[in-house]
């Protein structure tokens, strides 16, 4: 491969991928294309350019921008996109639905105009396990890639419309696309909104974890790097127009996440404190995997016991990188308490 153009690479996952890329081939280029959101983070690939000297360039843009991107694109010749680029995180999504769809619907259509009338020979689109619904917490079924999309929150909701908008540009206008569904990821430098950094940032600052009361929900848990590494196998081998579930096969329920972190820290159980679940909250995803398994050889390479105490680990040694981010956090996990006494 020659260029690769990567949109939302100052994210958690975008970041770790450009690492991993410009690592593993050399002769590669990456334009990392990022509108630097509130969760975007320069940080996160700050001696990039030093460690891999002319191979690497940021450009602080908007996948909704079609012109700029369209002159990026025409500029720069990639062989192939890989679009990160999203707004991710449920709660803000039910705050504030607007920017969700504005940013993974139109910024996705505009993004994938763009790369149709640039002659990009090869997008690909990171999409989510929340598109396909969720599953009741006392079933073993999983999703398949061939499963009906039935989103519940404003965010599932956007994603599966930007799924939906990739293949329409494949099917109507021949773009080579393929698209993959992760499970949720965890690893170093992810955003502290999320729940795995959240939980040990806020033990690390003195405070109690904010568990939702429904904290028996489950979720699928995969390392950022084995993310990583079925995405490379999906651009090498993967069949154009098809979509690929990305999944561990391990599930951890919060309740149980949140003692792991007090085990790794050395803590107790009264560092726990409960609060309403949010509008939407789902009960339990698990993606089946056998196509990405069987068809292109994939298999997580860490453990999740492993994975998970290094990443905690990680946040403990790193408070440089998360602290100054803590500002940004600007929904309250605790405000569906007084929208739920509002409505009653």
């Known amino acids: 491969m020659g260029g690769i153009f990567v949109t939302g690479g100052a994210g958690f996952i975008g970041a770790t991928f450009i690492r991993y890329w410009l690592s593993r081939y050399p002769d590669d280029s990456v334009v990392n294309y990022d509108l630097l959101t509130y969760a975007g983070n320069p940080e996160n690939l700050a001696d990039v350019a030093e460690i891999y000297p002319g191979r690497y360039e940021f450009v602080q843009g908007d996948i909704g921008d079609y012109g700029l991107t369209r002159d990026l694109l025409e500029q720069h010749r990639p ?72 989103p519940r929150t404003p965010y599932n909701a956007s994603k599966a419309a930007a799924d939906l908008a990739v293949r329409a540009y494949h099917l109507t206008f021949g773009l080579p696309v393929t698209i993959s569904n992760c499970a949720n990821n965890y690893g170093p430098y992810q955003f502290p909104e999320k729940v795995v950094p959240l939980f040990v940032t806020q033990l690390l600052d003195g405070k109690k974890m904010t568990l939702y009361k429904s904290s028996r929900n489950r979720r699928e848990w995969l390392h950022v790097e084995d993310h990583c590494r079925a995405i490379d196998l999906i651009l090498k081998r993967g069949k154009i127009g098809e979509t690929y579930n990305v999944g561990s096969g391990v599930e951890v329920d919060v309740e149980t996440i949140a003692d792991t972190i007090l085990d790794v820290l050395g803590l107790d159980g009264s560092h726990k404190v409960y609060v309403p679940d949010r509008p939407g909250h789902d009960r339990r995803y698990l993606l089946d995997s056998k196509k990405l398994r069987t068809q292109l050889g994939w298999r997580p390479e860490i453990s999740f016991e492993r994975g998970f105490k290094e990443t905690v680990l990680w946040y403990t040694d790193n408070r440089a990188w998360w602290e100054p981010l803590l500002k940004r956090l600007d929904v309250d996990e605790e405000g569906w308490k007084q929208e739920s006494s509002a409505r009653s």
């Open 79 to 150: 062989d192939t996109i890989v679009n990160f680029a999203a707004e991710s995180h449920n709660s803000r999504a039910v705050v504030n639905p607007g920017v969700f769809f504005e940013t993974n619907v139109l910024g996705t259509q505009r993004l994938l105009q763009a790369a149709h009338d640039a002659g990009v020979p090869r997008f690909h689109h990171i999409s989510t396990c929340e598109v396909y619904g969720d599953l009741p917490l006392d079933s073993e079924a999983s999703f398949s890639e061939t499963d009906p999309y039935q």
